[in-house]
């Protein structure tokens, strides 16, 4: 997953020497890849691609809490100046919460607080900012909290119009099958058994937890109370509601790879603040925190000797903990040391110490060890070979490559397509049986800018059929061709021009053509889709050495007038049977039915003659005269 990490925000957690240059390449060394460094407004914004094990790391405080470890390997300063979050002080208890949880293991920990007195408004200039540097639009001052804390601190946490929360309940429950809920964006969404959600003391859904809030219970202008809460959810449950939904949010990609447990409080204090400082509300409940789950700490045993091995390095055993102590690992005997809160979700094995205390020190500094032993032979596959040729011969005749999801919707396949069983939405639903349909609607939609319109795809298509040594579906690899506004006889010479390019036998292009009809698809538009490997089975680069001769050549341009059904390998046989003096045929225009052709005269024995050109060019009419082939004049 990638994440925008803007530098002046960084700043607020560290500060050092090293420029962004310095701090991208330290990341991209020993933690993250930083994929580019953006200027935006006198700000430096780091794209950074974080690994899927890595959860914590979607933050300002996770990747500034790398930044702390790698610098100061890079020889840089860096010191922490955050301060901690403020502590959590109530002034009044008037307003409660009842909260019922019906499976405790669905939220391990759920934290609230009600807040009164809330003036509703725009949030300064600096946090407006920082949201739409990482791509969040603001909202008004209390929702844009929620979403400063889960990129600052990597917690998703939600806000309520306390009094649209009727009967001042909350009642967390899986769902069943077949409830609707209208979330934030005015989505009416069918949910499938098993979702987390939370209910009102009316009956009412007013959560769709740790994915999207719900309609009924938003925050608007006339909100004057809120609450605020944080949660800690199943991440497997929070995964399978999101994928089954087709709803991917910020808040469930973090949910899903697991939150801080030790981080909730925090977070909520900082948010409490900070609504405080731009709203002016105030603190009306006691902090609810109802821990359902006491997480034991979790111990691993360091071998020194197993790290040493994996790495192929001796790396001294002090330096081994001193980089673990960086990384917040504390040592609590000899050789066990306690996994940190932030990283309990990814660290599990003495492996995964491994690869930590491997990383810090470095995988540049490893050894360069060459790889032994004989490197075994495969069967010569040109496929790629292949694939590049058409490609780069449909490109020069003007076609634009695309390439399209693998994914499609009910509407795009036949009936032995395979269905998705968790599909992203309900366009993707799929897997696609030809490449056609979604080319169709590519053209469709461009069709607005161009009289003439020219695509293809070469991709696999997914057959209901598996193959028995993996049990994955048939992929065989398709060309799809479609056009709007191209002549069915241009279409067709491209084709066989396609065929005669790759070298393929006058029969054999025949045949594959023949299988492979032009399609009419109305509103002058065609199609075709051809089998890429029955193409190239029979495809040919062998190239013959001809000595270059002492005698010269003639080049000429001819124009034919070709009738229907007259195709372009029936002309070029008879051309260049009708004489052994004609050396090279190249097909240069069509017009219409028009037909242009490049055609060199050699004689290897002599010096050409004009005279000779003309002879020949009269046999040349008179054999494409038989099929009415005529000479434009």
Same mark, same amino acid.
């Given at each position: 997953?990638? /994440?925008?990490?803007?530098?002046?925000?960084?700043?607020?957690?560290?500060?050092?020497?090293?420029?962004?240059?310095?701090?991208?390449?330290?990341?991209?060394?020993?933690?993250?890849?930083?994929?580019?460094?953006?200027?935006?407004?006198?700000?430096?914004?780091?794209?950074?691609?974080?690994?899927?094990?890595?959860? !914590?790391?979607?933050?300002?405080?996770?990747?500034?809490?790398?930044?702390?470890? #790698?610098?100061?390997? $890079?020889?840089?300063?860096?010191?922490?100046?955050?301060?901690?979050?403020?502590?959590?002080?109530?002034?009044?208890?008037?307003?409660?919460?009842?909260?019922?949880?019906?499976?405790?293991?669905?939220?391990?920990?759920?934290?609230?607080?009600?807040?009164?007195?809330?003036?509703?408004?725009?949030?300064?200039?600096?946090?407006?900012?920082?949201?739409?540097?990482?791509?969040?639009?603001?909202?008004?001052?209390?929702?844009?909290?929620?979403?400063?804390?889960?990129?600052?601190?990597?917690?998703?946490?939600?806000?309520?119009?306390?009094?649209? /929360?009727?009967?001042?309940?909350?009642?967390?429950?899986?769902?069943?099958?077949?409830?609707?809920? $209208?979330?934030?964006?005015? #989505?009416?969404?069918?949910?499938?058994?098993?979702?987390?959600?939370?209910?009102?003391?009316?009956?009412?859904?007013?959560?769709?937890?740790?994915?999207?809030?719900?309609?009924?219970?938003?925050?608007?202008?006339?909100?004057?109370?809120?609450?605020?809460?944080?949660?800690?959810?199943?991440?497997?449950?929070?995964?399978?509601?999101?994928?089954?939904?087709?709803?991917?949010?910020?808040?469930?990609?973090?949910?899903?790879?697991?939150?801080?447990?030790?981080?909730?409080?925090?977070?909520?204090?900082?948010?409490?603040?900070?609504?405080?400082?731009?709203?002016?509300?105030?603190?009306?409940?006691?902090?609810? !925190?109802?821990?359902?789950?006491?997480?034991?700490?979790?111990?691993?045993?360091?071998?020194?000797?197993?790290?040493?091995?994996?790495?192929?390095?001796?790396?001294?055993?002090?330096?081994?903990?001193?980089?673990?102590?960086?990384?917040?690992?504390?040592?609590?005997?000899?050789?066990?040391?306690?996994?940190?809160?932030?990283?309990?979700?990814?660290?599990?094995?003495?492996?995964?110490?491994?690869?930590? #205390?491997?990383? /810090?020190?470095?995988?540049?500094?490893?050894?360069?060890?060459?790889?032994?032993?004989?490197?075994?032979?495969?069967?010569?596959?040109?496929?790629?070979?292949?694939?590049?040729?058409?490609?780069?011969?449909?490109?020069?005749?003007?076609?634009?490559?695309?390439?399209?999801?693998?994914?499609?919707?009910?509407?795009?396949?036949?009936?032995?397509?395979?269905?998705?069983?968790?599909?992203?939405?309900?366009?993707?639903?799929?897997?696609?049986?030809?490449?056609?349909?979604?080319?169709?609607?590519?053209?469709?939609?461009?069709?607005?800018?161009?009289?003439?319109?020219?695509?293809?795809?070469?991709?696999?298509?997914?057959?209901?059929?598996?193959?028995?040594?993996?049990?994955?579906?048939?992929?065989?690899?398709?060309?799809?061709?479609?056009?709007?506004?191209?002549?069915?006889?241009?279409?067709?010479? /491209?084709?066989?021009?396609?065929?005669?390019?790759?070298?393929?036998?006058?029969?054999?292009?025949?045949?594959?053509?023949?299988?492979?009809?032009?399609?009419?698809?109305?509103?002058?538009?065609?199609?075709?889709?051809?089998?890429?490997?029955?193409?190239?089975?029979?495809?040919?680069?062998?190239?013959?050495?001809?000595?270059?001769?002492?005698?010269?050549?003639?080049?000429?341009?001819?124009?034919?007038?070709?009738?229907?059904?007259?195709?372009?390998?029936?002309?070029?046989?008879?051309?260049?049977?009708?004489?052994?003096?004609?050396?090279?045929?190249?097909?240069?225009?069509?017009?219409?039915?028009?037909?242009?052709?490049?055609?060199?005269?050699?004689?290897?024995?002599?010096?050409?003659?004009?005279?000779?050109?003309?002879?020949?060019?009269?046999?040349?009419?008179?054999?494409?005269?038989?099929?009415?082939?005529?000479?434009?004049?």
């Amino acid at each position: 997953m990638n /994440i925008s990490i803007p530098y002046s925000w960084l700043k607020d957690y560290i500060k050092t020497d090293a420029k962004p240059e310095a701090i991208a390449e330290a990341l991209s060394l020993h933690s993250f890849s930083v994929e580019k460094i953006t200027d935006v407004d006198d700000d430096n914004i780091f794209e950074i691609e974080v690994t899927p094990n890595r959860g !914590d790391a979607l933050s300002i405080l996770g990747v500034a809490r790398e930044l702390m470890v #790698v610098l100061p390997r $890079q020889g840089f300063k860096c010191e922490w100046v955050k301060e901690n979050a403020p502590k959590f002080e109530t002034k009044e208890n008037k307003d409660t919460i009842e909260v019922s949880i019906s499976d405790k293991t669905l939220v391990p920990r759920f934290s609230a607080v009600v807040m009164d007195n809330v003036k509703y408004g725009q949030s300064p200039k600096i946090v407006r900012s920082r949201l739409e540097k990482v791509g969040i639009r603001p909202l008004g001052n209390v929702i844009d909290v929620t979403n400063y804390m889960m990129v600052d601190r990597g917690q998703p946490m939600h806000v309520f119009d306390y009094d649209k /929360i009727l009967g001042h309940k909350m009642i967390v429950r899986e769902s069943s099958e077949g409830e609707v809920i $209208q979330t934030l964006d005015g #989505v009416e969404r069918k949910l499938p058994a098993g979702v987390i959600v939370i209910e009102d003391g009316d009956g009412r859904l007013i959560d769709l937890c740790g994915i999207m809030g719900a309609k009924n219970s938003e925050v608007d202008e006339n909100t004057k109370k809120i609450l605020l809460f944080v949660q800690v959810y199943d991440p497997v449950k929070i995964r399978k509601a999101s994928m089954s939904l087709g709803h991917r949010t910020d808040a469930a990609l973090r949910f899903e790879k697991g939150i801080d447990y030790d981080g909730v409080i925090p977070a909520l204090c900082e948010s409490v603040s900070m609504v405080e400082k731009l709203s002016g509300a105030t603190v009306s409940s006691e902090l609810i !925190d109802i821990v359902n789950f006491e997480r034991p700490e979790k111990l691993i045993k360091i071998d020194v000797g197993r790290i040493n091995k994996i790495s192929g390095v001796n790396i001294d055993e002090n330096k081994i903990f001193s980089i673990l102590d960086s990384l917040g690992f504390e040592k609590k005997d000899e050789d066990l040391i306690k996994i940190p809160s932030w990283r309990y979700e990814d660290i599990d094995i003495a492996e995964d110490i491994a690869e930590e #205390v491997i990383r /810090i020190y470095g995988y540049h500094e490893l050894p360069e060890v060459s790889l032994s032993g004989e490197i075994p032979l495969k069967k010569k596959d040109n496929s790629f070979y292949w694939e590049k040729v058409i490609k780069y011969f449909l490109k020069y005749n003007g076609f634009f490559e695309c390439y399209t999801y693998s994914a499609t919707s009910v509407k795009n396949v036949d009936e032995s397509a395979l269905k998705i069983q968790n599909p992203l939405s309900e366009d993707m639903s799929h897997l696609k049986t030809s490449l056609i349909p979604q080319l169709l609607e590519v053209v469709e939609k461009n069709s607005g800018f161009s009289e003439v319109i020219k695509v293809f795809e070469i991709a696999s298509v997914y057959k209901n059929s598996f193959n028995d040594v993996n049990k994955i579906p048939d992929q065989p690899i398709k060309i799809g061709i479609v056009t709007k506004g191209v002549d069915y006889k241009d279409l067709r010479g /491209i084709l066989s021009s396609l065929v005669q390019n790759i070298g393929l036998p006058y029969e054999k292009s025949e045949e594959i053509l023949s299988a492979s009809p032009i399609k009419e698809r109305g509103d002058d538009v065609l199609s075709v889709e051809i089998d890429f490997y029955s193409l190239i089975e029979n495809a040919t680069k062998d190239r013959v050495y001809t000595p270059i001769t002492n005698f010269n050549f003639i080049k000429e341009d001819l124009t034919f007038e070709v009738p229907a059904g007259v195709l372009y390998p029936q002309i070029k046989k008879i051309i260049m049977d009708s004489d052994e003096r004609i050396d090279k045929l190249e097909f240069k225009d069509i017009y219409n039915n028009y037909l242009t052709f490049s055609i060199e005269y050699l004689d290897n024995k002599k010096q050409i003659s004009s005279e000779d050109t003309q002879e020949i060019r009269k046999r040349i009419f008179k054999n494409l005269e038989k099929i009415g082939v005529t000479l434009k004049v």
